[in-house]
Every structure is written in C-alpha cells, then in structure tokens.
C-alpha cells in the first residue's frame, strides 16, 4: 500500500489570500473591462477559494497598448545592460526573500508537494540572476577580413512579447520566460494559465519593489480561448513564448502564421528512460522513481516510459513496483509529502481514464487508483504498468500525471526503435556503463535533451527544447537572448572600394 504522508489530517491553510485576483496592466490592479471572472479551485477540495478576472480581447489590447507605449516611449529598452541587469538582480533578491512565501501559495494552488514547491521558488529567482549576469556579459560576432572590411552583429530588443505559461509550475516556468525577456529589453504581456493564478498575482508587487518601470510587465488572467487566443493574434505582438500542449502549440502556430510571429513552443512529452542490464540499477531506480512522480508526475520531461533490457528486467519492475508503492502521498504543504494532490479536477478525471485504459492494455503492478485516505480532492496513487505495447495508448500518449509505462527490450536496436517510437521527442535518459554505447545511442535518440546516468538536473547555459512533436525552437542560455532580440548585420569597408562597374561608356572604361 502506497505509505500516507504524516498528519494527513492536518491541512493548513495559508493566510492573507487576496479577496479576487486582478490583472495587473501599466502598475495598477484592474478587473477585467466587462467585469468578467471565473473560479479558482483548491486542489485539495476542488472548492472555489477565490474568482479571478477573466480576461477577453479587450483587457489584452489594453495591455499590448500600455506595453507598446513603454516599449516605444519608454526607458527600459534604452537603458544600458547594466542598468537592467541591476534590476533583474534585485528582482531575484526579492524573490529569494520571500521564497517561503511564494512556495506555500505555489503549493496551495497548485497541488505541489510543498519541499518541491519550496526548490521552484528558488529556481525562480536562479532564473533572474542567470539572465541578469548573461546580459551583461553577452558578446555579439565580429569578423575581420584584414584591411578591407570589418562585419559585426548589432543586437536589439523586439517589442512587446507575448508569454503564455502551463500550470504544473507555474511561477518558475513564468520567471523562465520573463527573464530573458526583460534581459533583452522588450515590455511584456504574460498570460498565466487559468487553473494556478495565484502566485503570478505577486509578480506585480515584485517588480515594483525592485524598481521596473511600469508598462514594462503587463499580466493578464484569463481561459485560453480567450485571453491566449488574444494574445497570439494580436498584431501588435510580434513574438510568442508558449509551453503547454501539443495539441495547443499547433492552434497557436496556425494562429500567429499570418503574423508571422516569432515563436518558441515547448509543448509535450512522452519521455524514454532507457536501461541497459550494464546499468547501476540502484541508481537507476531512484532516479526513474523521481522522474516520473515529483512534481506529482506533471512535468513535461518525466521519464514516463521505462524501457528495459531484458536479463534485468523482471528484477527492476518488481524492484520498481515496490518502490512505488512506497512514496509518500499527502497533502501538498506536509514536507514529508512526496505526491500531493493533481492540480484541478479535469486534470485528474483525464489521469484516471488513462489508468483505466492501462488496466486492459498492460499489467498493472502498482497503484490505480485514488489514494487512500483522501476522499476529495485530485489524489493518485503513484501508478506502475509492466509489460507495456509499444502501439499502447499508456505508451504512445502523454498522460501528465504519476503514471508510468515500462516495457522490455532486447537489444539496442530495439531499444531505439521504442525511444523513438512515438510522435514526441523532448528528452530521454539512458542508463549504461559502456561510454561508447552511451554516446552512440544519445546521438541517435529523437529528443532534444538527453541525460546519461543522471536524473533531470539541467545547466541553464544549455538549450532547452523538443523535436518533432515536442516542440518549436529552444530557449535557454544564449539561446534565449537570441530568441528575445533580433540581429543586424553590420558591414564596413576599410580600404578601397572594389565595385563591378555596369553603366560606364566606352570611353569611361578606357
């Protein structure tokens, strides 16, 4: 039985949470023009605990129009990289100040375990240091050819960008795409995702305390259909930074191409985890377990799909299962809580179908069903299915949720056919001792991200992003600032010109 996080029957409950949520356009709180809301629920209960604004067309003009004043009027983008980069640090002290804070809302409106909470709000403000140091430090390319022309690169912000951020971690994912936009210079519009408002309401007060100018951060709540869908087709956004669905990215692609808008999209996953019998199996198991249940299983790089060589096999699943069954489900705010509650009851109505589909598709060795204990609210047991198809539907779909799918394998040809056997392609891990065999199959696996005998731990200098289904383009590092800025190639002639001369007459070109 999947053991109870300690004191289940104690909740708490944070204090001092807003009467209503409100957009937040050109530093002032405001409702939505129409007067427009939609609930917010507690995980935990499924009950409303607060309306939020619910933004239409008209709330995001109003805020493209004040981001667009700031960004054409303004000081931000002129001012020199150090200058902003003072203030993206003192964004990041804030943060890291109230980290305390920022995880208990995190962890009650969103169902996170609170320890894990508690690592995503200083993730947050890791994020803002990051960009902060890297627009300083930036260099552009120059080229010399030696006494005839010298070419550089002048870099520039681009206008007001549209950032349109998932629920699963909301408030980090946020600070990952404000960052580097704001770096860069350019005013921005974010759209939080309706289900986890809460923590986005502080980003306001932030960076007022840290000293933005106002216009520079604009925040508007709002569904998707709506508010998002605003976003995306207003001209007066030239680029969009979206992480969410597949299904999503491609309405947004379709919607922004007769803009012909800038776009990053980090959309699903369906991840392999891939483990040779050469592999540490201690290791492996831990990190596999980790993988694909913190952030109770919703997380766009889980390793939801465990392929396993076969001499190793039967050891790992029941070593596995048995593990599983071992995590600690309980309310969010419990430290001791592994797996806290999914985050609305659509998510967990969608997870709990999956499940019932595993159980005629697969063996079931561990989990699925609700949790004990926890009569109402999103609650999962930590769910395992051995023998998995690879035309599954447990195999072949995201899930978002504690479930994990492990099948067996032979050898390393068939070990790449199933990692590369679904229309996704964001990461994979791979468990082996043979370096040769490690490097090989990582530059063969369809993914955008691929970790050796190592669990998620990402550098942010790196690129971060999908193929094929997964995704368009990749953020992170200098990537980031590429995305955010737009180049201009500057050439200049040093010695004589040398033209081919059309149009001379004949006498001329004696």
């Known amino acids: 039985m999947t053991e109870r996080a300690a004191n289940t029957s104690e909740r708490h409950f944070p204090t001092g949470l807003p009467p209503r949520i409100q957009h937040y356009i050109g530093g002032q709180l405001v409702d939505s023009i129409d007067g427009s809301t939609f609930d917010v629920l ?5 009950e409303t605990y607060v309306q939020a604004a619910a933004g239409k067309k008209a709330d995001i003009d109003a805020a493209v129009e004040v981001a667009t004043r700031a960004f054409q009027e303004g ?3 002129r001012m020199l990289p150090r200058e902003r980069s003072r203030i993206l640090h003192r964004v990041a002290d804030i943060v890291e100040s109230r980290d305390a804070r920022l995880a208990e809302l995190e962890s009650f409106d969103s169902g996170l375990p609170i320890a894990q909470a508690l690592g995503q709000a200083r993730r947050a403000a890791e994020n803002f240091r990051f960009f902060a140091d890297l627009i300083v430090a930036q260099t552009d390319d120059t080229y010399k050819v030696p006494g005839r022309q010298i070419n550089y690169v002048n870099r520039s912000p681009i206008g007001v960008a549209g950032l349109i951020t998932p629920w699963n971690t909301p408030f980090m994912l946020e600070s990952w795409k404000l960052g580097p936009a704001l770096a860069a210079g350019n005013t921005v519009v974010l759209k939080p995702a309706e289900f986890t408002p809460l923590s986005a309401s ?6 007022e305390e840290a000293g933005l100018p106002n216009g520079v951060f604009n925040l508007v709540n709002g569904l998707g259909d709506d508010a998002g869908d605003a976003l995306v087709k207003h001209p007066g956004v030239p680029l969009i930074s979206f992480t969410g669905e597949s299904s999503t990215g491609q309405l947004i692609f379709g919607n922004a191409a007769p803009f012909l808008k800038g776009l990053s999209m980090e959309l699903g996953g369906k991840s392999p985890a891939v483990v040779f019998a050469d592999a540490d199996i201690d290791a492996a198991i831990d990190a596999t377990i980790f993988g694909v249940f913190s952030l109770n299983g919703e997380r766009c790089t889980a390793g939801s799909r465990i392929l396993v060589e076969r001499p190793i096999y039967d050891e790992f699943v029941e070593r596995f299962a048995a593990q599983a069954e071992r995590v600690r489900v309980g309310y969010p705010d419990n430290p001791s809580t592994e797996v806290g509650a999914l985050v609305h009851p659509e998510h967990y109505d969608k997870v709990m179908r999956y499940i019932e589909i595993g159980k005629t598709e697969a063996r079931l060795v561990a989990g699925g069903r609700r949790a004990e204990g926890f009569e109402t609210g999103n609650f999962v047991m930590p769910t395992v299915f051995a023998d998995v198809k690879p035309d599954a539907r447990i195999f072949q779909e995201e899930i978002f949720g504690p479930v994990v799918a492990i099948t067996p394998f032979d050898d390393d040809i068939e070990a790449l056919e ?7 392609g964001l990461a994979a891990y791979i468990w082996t001792n043979d370096l040769k065999r490690a490097h090989n ?27 094929k289904a997964s995704g368009l383009g990749h953020e992170g590092g200098y990537r980031s600032l590429d995305f955010y800025t737009q180049q201009q190639a500057v050439h200049i002639t040093l010695g004589k010109v040398h033209n081919p001369t059309f149009g001379k007459s004949s006498a001329e070109q004696r």
Do not use: C, H, K
């Open 75 to 77: 000081l931000w983008p």
């Open 202 to 207: 502080l980003w306001g007060e932030v960076f």
């Open 441 to 467: 199959f990582s530059q063969s696996v369809e993914a955008g991200m691929v970790w050796l005998n190592s669990n998620n731990v990402r550098d942010l200098r790196t690129p971060f992003g999908g193929v």
């Open 42 to 46: 507690d995980p935990v209960s499924n």
């Open 418 to 424: 199933l990692a590369n056997g679904v229309r996704y």
